[in-house]
Structures are given as structure tokens and as C-alpha cells.
């Protein structure tokens, strides 16, 4: 396991590099570089391009990646023009709503899994089973702006339930009772919207996982043995169907990161993706780099934890 | 004697051809045909309307028309510009359907060249290419995707669905190459081999058309994911231009929360169109990915 482990981490450094390469000539494609923001319209041409050569913005682009990447490993990611803050300070503000969304969205997308995934396992080509796969089919299909703004528009606007924007009430004082109530309110219909689409692979294969397990012969024992129905659903069959489902969750982190720039975006919630949708439309370069890269690495460790997850679960993956 | 005669008399049965068992599946499953003839009339009405519309006299600004509900001269309204909302579905949803085909016949075609050549090669070059293939896995797609958009000089629908392509070859190469992998492996394709027959040759006349179905079923599930990845990039503000609407292009009208709460005939009507023709693609897709597993036709 250990040395499966190891060799999984040393084929994500190189991933990890070149994803930073890619992301930095990407970045010297966008219009506009770190001292665009900076420049005072009364400086003559040749101060800024003094600066220029001061900052080493005329280099060679291997150089700049260099002094770049060196730059991102002590934590300095540049400034944003702007926001006219640090890249490091502005990223880790939003990093926190973004953060708590998504675990919110997790806890409710395994929330709505597993039950539903249960029923619709154990009484399969049921009336409810149907109803569920119906459920799940049309969350496969349904792209998931469109839910988010059905549901914002009917719960949001129509019925008024929730907040329709922002992260918490604009009065409300940090560390109170009423600010986490009123994060959690704010949360709630964006995590829910998410939830209900990512939920539906999930309820997909913890169905055909426990229709396979109740087949089993250990089960066929268990009943055998006289042991009462509910026991065999609770002791013998959702444990072994629930490794697999839990594999998956590192899959579900890099699906996340997709969905909350929609959500995001859709509910006006302070987060992550909106900042990277507003610094794309701004040109803000270099909060667009910290975020691909910070997304990518995301995406990578997500990646990673599931693949370990799986190999624990299953030895046969380890022998690849 | 008589079984013998009688046995001689009868046809030997020929296996059904894959198309038949295809169709058989769609008709078989209620569901997949209802959705298929859905389709086949929305595409028909869509494009044969568009032949009659004039695209820059619908999205021509009229500004003494601005957001007019539904009436008998505006079937679904107006938006903000004044322009016919009914007029911008129609072209919305030709757009969105044309760019969806070319978008997954461009990364379906690298797809299956990146998957075949990787399957049936093996070694070296399958390692090179999955290598490479691991590294687009895990670059975050939409991010990507969005920053190409917005860096790339004079920017059409041609540069963005070729962007688009650029990172949705991954899946289809991957399914293609183990299904290649397979294959290769058969008594046919080692006669060939035996027989002289060039690598091309047993690619393209064999090996292809032995997985056709499986890249048949493929790419009409991806058709449906790209049609709901481009409006979901126009929604975002990254996909078309507005002159050339989508039908995200009019689901993003709806980030404007006035048009969200009141104006629901601009959103609304392509927002439902999207889902429906999602919908109904997968239906299809799923049915003729039953038709490819023996195991689990219905037919």
C-alpha cells in the first residue's frame, strides 16, 4: 500500500509542474502583465520601461517562470491590480466561503445518497425505485446553471424562502449566533442546488452496488443463519457497499470545483469561482493564475485521495 | 431424412447487423423513441425556420420595444434590447445544436485516432499518449477552457469550438483504446497481420468498423454534454457572442435577478428547451448503449 502510495505522489509532482508551466504561458498570453496596474499616467515611457527591467519583465520567459514559481513556493503569489491587494490575502478571504460551501454541499450530497441509494437498492424495480431512477436520470441529463436557477428562481424568488445573494446579512457582527445562522442560511439553497446534481452518481451506483451485494452468498448465509432482514440491510450489506461509494470521494472534490463557478456566479455568493470570473472579465492576471493553479492542485489531490482510497479498498488496483 | 431435407430448406439464420439491433433497442424503449422523433422535428423545425429568418434583423436593438411580455406581434416577448425572443430561440437553439455536432465530431475524431493508435500500437507510443492523456485529465476543463476564451485574438465560433475540442478528447480516447486493446488481440485482425495487411489498413477497415457502435454511443452522449457545456459557457458570459445567440446566450439574462424574478418568458423558455434536448439525447444514448451490451437489451 505504502509504496503505491509513493509512487502515486511522485507521478503527481511532474503533473503538478507542468500544470504551472501551462498556467504561466497562459498567463503571458492575457493582455497586460504585473505593472500594468501599477503605472502612474504622468511616468515617461523610459521609467516604465526601467521598471520593466527592474522587475525583469523583459526576460526571457524561462527566467520569469523561475523567479515566478520560486516566488509562488514562498507563498507570494503578486499583487492584484485590482483589488490593489496581495494575491495571498485576497484568495484566502474568498478561500473561506468557497470552503464551507462545498463542505456543505458534501455533507447534503451524501446525505441525500445514501437513503435514496438505499431504498432504491434494496426494494429495486419498485414503484419508489422508479421514481428514484426517474430522479436520478433526469439529474444526469440537467446541467447543473439551469437547476441552480430554477431553484433560485421558485424557493428564492417565487416562494421567498431563502436569501437570494450575498454569503451572510450585510448588518450582522462576526462570531454571534445570528452571523452563523445567517451564513447558514445563505448557504443553504446554493449547496442544496449543487447537491442534488452531484448526489445523482452517487445514488446511481450505490443502487447497482447493493442490488450486487444482496446476491452475495455471504448475505444468502446471514439470512440463512435467521438473522432478521434489517440487520442483513444494516450490518452485512451497506458496509460492503459502502467502500466503494466512499472512493469516490475524492472524485467529488474535483467535480466540485466545476460546479461553484456556476453557483457561485448564479447565487452571487463571494466565493472563489465569482472572483475568478470577475478577474478573468478585469484582466487581473495574477489572480487568475493563483486560482487555475490553486484549482488545479485541487483537482490533482483530489484525484490523488481517491486513486489511495480505491487502492485500499480494493487490492487489485494496487498491482497496475 | 425428412429432419435432414427439411433442415437443408432452411436459411441459415444471419446474425442481425448492428444497425438493426440499434433500432431495435430506440423502437423497443418508448422513452428513446418518443425522445428520438422529438428530436428529429425540433431539428427539422429549427433549421428549416432559420432558413426563413434574418438572424441580424432578430438581434437588431428596437428600442422602443423593451421587454415587452408575450403578445400576438412578440410570441415570447422581448429582452432588454428589444429584440424577439422567439426569433432568438429559434436561431438560439440551431446554434447551440450546430456547435454541439462540431464540437464532438472535432474531439470525437481526435479521440478516437489518439485512442486507436494508443490501443493498438501498445508500448511505447500507448505510454506516451496515455501520459499526455493523464495530464489533460487533470487540468481543471471549464477553468481552462474560460481563460483560452478570453486571451484568444479575434475570437469566432470556429476558434471556440475548437478550444472547446481541445480539452473533451480525453474520455472517448480512453474508452476507444480499451475496446482497441481488445481487439487487437483477435484471431482477425493476427490473420490479417499474417496476410501483410498494413497497420492502416487493418485500422480503418477492421478495428474501426468493429467498435463503430461503441463510438456511435459515445459521441451521442457527449453531444448532449457539449450542448450543456457550450450554453453553460455562453451563460457564463464566455461562449458566443450576443450577436450570434445560444441558447445560453438567453439563459443569461437571467443573472440580471429583474429578469430572473419578473421577466420570465426571455429565461425561461430556452432554459426548459435545454433541459428537454438533454433530456432526449440521453435517452437515446442510454438506449443505444443497452443495444451494445447483449447482457442488457431489451430488444
Redesign the interface.
Known amino acids: 500500500m505504502w509504496t503505491f502510495t509513493i509512487r502515486r505522489i511522485l507521478i503527481m509532482l511532474p503533473?503538478i509542474l507542468?500544470?504551472s508551466i501551462?498556467i504561466y504561458l497562459?498567463a503571458k498570453?492575457?493582455?497586460g502583465d504585473a505593472l500594468t496596474g501599477l503605472i502612474d499616467p504622468n511616468i515617461g515611457p523610459e521609467a516604465i520601461e526601467a521598471q520593466r527591467e527592474k522587475l525583469g519583465l523583459n526576460n526571457p520567459w524561462y527566467v520569469q517562470y523561475w523567479d515566478w514559481i520560486t516566488n509562488v513556493f514562498q507563498g507570494n503569489l503578486g499583487q492584484s491590480f485590482q483589488h490593489k491587494l496581495p494575491v495571498t490575502e485576497l484568495v484566502s478571504q474568498r478561500l473561506i466561503n468557497t470552503f464551507w460551501l462545498s463542505v456543505m454541499t458534501l455533507i447534503l450530497t451524501y446525505a441525500i445518497a445514501i437513503p435514496l441509494g438505499l431504498i432504491s437498492g434494496r426494494h429495486n424495480d419498485t414503484w419508489t425505485d422508479r421514481m428514484i431512477t426517474g430522479y436520478t436520470?433526469?439529474g444526469?441529463?440537467?446541467?447543473?446553471?439551469?437547476f441552480a436557477?430554477?431553484m433560485?428562481?421558485v424557493f428564492g424568488?417565487h416562494f421567498g424562502w431563502f436569501p437570494?445573494?450575498g454569503s451572510v446579512e450585510p448588518g450582522a457582527v462576526p462570531g454571534t449566533f445570528d452571523y452563523f445562522i445567517s451564513k447558514i442560511n445563505h448557504m443553504l439553497l446554493p449547496a442544496l442546488s449543487m447537491a442534488l446534481i452531484t448526489t445523482v452518481s452517487t445514488v446511481q451506483y450505490l443502487r447497482s452496488e447493493i442490488i450486487d451485494t444482496k446476491q452475495k452468498d455471504f448475505v444468502l448465509l446471514a439470512r440463512s443463519k435467521g438473522v432478521s432482514e434489517s440487520r442483513i440491510y444494516r450490518n452485512h450489506i451497506f458496509r460492503n457497499s459502502l467502500l466503494p461509494v466512499a472512493a469516490f470521494f475524492g472524485y467529488e472534490i474535483t467535480g466540485l470545483?466545476?460546479g461553484s463557478?456556476?453557483i457561485e456566479?448564479?447565487f452571487s455568493y463571494p466565493g472563489i469561482g465569482q472572483l475568478?470570473?470577475n478577474s478573468?472579465?478585469q484582466?487581473d492576471t495574477s489572480v487568475?493564475t493563483a486560482?487555475?493553479l490553486l484549482?488545479?492542485i485541487a483537482?490533482?489531490l483530489g484525484?490523488l485521495l481517491s486513486d489511495i482510497i480505491l487502492s485500499i479498498v480494493d487490492p487489485r488496483i494496487r498491482m497496475k | 431424412m425428412m429432419l435432414q431435407s427439411e433442415a437443408v430448406k432452411q436459411k441459415p439464420m444471419r446474425s442481425p447487423s448492428s444497425w438493426s439491433i440499434l433500432w431495435r433497442e430506440i423502437v423497443r424503449d418508448k422513452l428513446a423513441l418518443i425522445s428520438l422523433i422529438f428530436l428529429v422535428i425540433t431539428m427539422a423545425f429549427v433549421y428549416g425556420i432559420s432558413l426563413i429568418l434574418n438572424q441580424s434583423e432578430i438581434v437588431k436593438v428596437d428600442l422602443f420595444a423593451i421587454h415587452e411580455p408575450p403578445s400576438e406581434n412578440f410570441l415570447l416577448g422581448t429582452d432588454y434590447g428589444g429584440r424577439d425572443v422567439f426569433g432568438q430561440l429559434i436561431i438560439g437553439t440551431r446554434n447551440s445544436i450546430s456547435i454541439g455536432i462540431l464540437v464532438t465530431l472535432i474531439s470525437g475524431i481526435v479521440g478516437i485516432i489518439m485512442g486507436v493508435v494508443s490501443g493498438y500500437f501498445g508500448g511505447t507510443v500507448d505510454n506516451i499518449l496515455m501520459r499526455i492523456l493523464d495530464f489533460f485529465m487533470i487540468l481543471p476543463t471549464l477553468m481552462i477552457v474560460i481563460v483560452f476564451v478570453s486571451v484568444v485574438p479575434n475570437y469566432g465560433v470556429m476558434s471556440f469550438s475548437f478550444i472547446m475540442s481541445a480539452f473533451l478528447w480525453m474520455g472517448i480516447a480512453r474508452l476507444i483504446r480499451s475496446k482497441a486493446l481488445q481487439e487487437k488481440e483477435l484471431d482477425y485482425v493476427q490473420a490479417s497481420k499474417t496476410l501483410g495487411s498494413s497497420h492502416l489498413k487493418i485500422i480503418f477497415t477492421q478495428v474501426l468498423p468493429n467498435i463503430s457502435s461503441l463510438i456511435i454511443v459515445t459521441m451521442t452522449l457527449n453531444l448532449a454534454a457539449n450542448i450543456g457545456l457550450e450554453s453553460g459557457l455562453s451563460f457564463l458570459g464566455f461562449g458566443f457572442p450576443e450577436s450570434t445567440p445560444s441558447l445560453g446566450t438567453l439563459v443569461s439574462y437571467a443573472r440580471n435577478p429583474q429578469t430572473l424574478e419578473y421577466r420570465w418568458w426571455i429565461w425561461l423558455p430556452a432554459s426548459l428547451l435545454i433541459l428537454i434536448l438533454m433530456l432526449s439525447i440521453n435517452n437515446v444514448g442510454q438506449a443505444l448503449k443497452r443495444a451494445t451490451d447483449a447482457k442488457q437489451r431489451r430488444g
Open positions: 503533473q507542468l500544470l501551462v497562459l498570453m492575457m493582455p436520470y433526469i444526469f441529463a440537467a446541467p447543473i446553471f439551469i436557477l430554477l433560485l428562481f424568488f437570494t445573494s470545483i466545476g463557478i456556476f456566479n448564479i475568478f470570473l478573468v472579465m484582466r487568475v486560482l487555475v484549482f488545479g483537482s490533482i484525484t
